[in-house]
């Protein structure tokens, strides 16, 4: 890899691995509900704040508000539900769980778009990947009487993320990223704003800890715009299967990052569920290759 894409690929790691962390400390002293408010209003300001001093297009028509309808879906039900999560699950399981991603957007994507059916190989590594995500979530429940309720959330959030990328396939438009982000963040803002009028309509700014603002601002700054231009960034750069090992490394550097500036613990269960999940998961995106280029050679 050349400097600046090598540089680009680390960040997007390290950036995809604190943000679970980041979410869990931002919660911390902070409403939920508050602190993704925060941090989208953050990440909107900057990203409009780009856009119109590099002059970059922001379309304004019906398919481009679809577009940006359908990444609201992902940014308001999976990063609310996330936060809603993060007082009751460990930064690590909520990581491990989003590492299931792929396998649900292929799920769905050959639902709603009609892509092609599962291989075998493809069955085995889902079979594999849900039974260590059973001794993950097993393993979670013991932390808090309510981690069974933040797990609800966080398997609903991940769902939302999935469907909104599913969808946003189904949209035929070439917008930069950062426009579609920002279109996204846009729709999305006042109903983030309604939401914690609902549920906390507080605002005691004394009872913030710099914990919370401190992760409330890297959310918004790294983990809403640094982080997304990476990634896209990478995507253009990079062949496909050298972006998909980010979500094999991401979810084992976020429970390392866990545990040591945490204090998060990892039980024997947990350690076998997520060595499951990667299993699962790295089958499922490498297994139908791997079986063709043994079977190729025989």
């Known amino acids: 890899m050349k400097g600046t894409v090598l540089t680009a690929y680390i960040m997007t790691i390290l950036i995809s691995s604190t943000t679970p962390l980041g979410i869990v400390w931002s919660s911390e002293s902070v409403h939920p509900s508050m602190a993704v408010l925060l941090r989208m209003l953050i990440a909107a300001i900057l990203g409009l704040a780009i ?85 993950v979530c097993f393993d979670s429940l013991g932390f808090s009487p309510n981690s069974l309720l933040g797990l609800i959330y966080l398997l609903i959030a991940v769902f939302f993320f999935c469907l909104s990328g599913v969808l946003v396939k189904s949209v035929k438009i070439v917008i930069h990223p950062l426009s579609t982000t920002v279109g996204a963040l846009i729709i999305t803002l006042p109903f983030f704003a309604v939401t914690w009028y609902l549920m906390d309509g507080t605002l005691v700014i004394s009872e913030w800890q710099p914990r919370s603002v401190w992760a409330i601002i890297y959310l918004g700054v790294f983990g809403s715009l640094i982080g997304f231009v990476s990634y896209f960034y990478i995507l253009q750069k990079l062949p496909a299967s050298t972006v998909a090992l980010v979500t094999l490394m991401t979810p084992i550097t976020a429970v390392i990052i866990g545990v040591v500036f945490n204090g998060e613990i990892i039980t024997l269960k947990l350690a076998l569920g997520a060595l499951l999940v990667m299993l699962g998961l790295g089958l499922f995106l490498f297994g139908n290759r791997l079986r063709y280029k043994v079977f190729h050679k025989s």
């Open 51 to 135: 856009i119109v001093i590099r002059k970059i297009e922001f379309p304004r028509n019906p398919t481009a508000y679809k577009l940006y309808a359908y990444s609201g879906i992902g940014i308001f039900g999976g990063l609310l539900l996330t936060y809603m999560s993060a007082s009751y699950l460990p930064s690590g399981t909520i990581s491990l769980i989003f590492g299931l991603s792929p396998i649900i957007s292929s799920l769905l994507a050959s639902r709603i778009l009609g892509e092609e059916r599962f291989t075998p190989v493809r069955k085995v590594a889902i079979t594999t990947a849900l039974f260590g995500l059973s001794l």
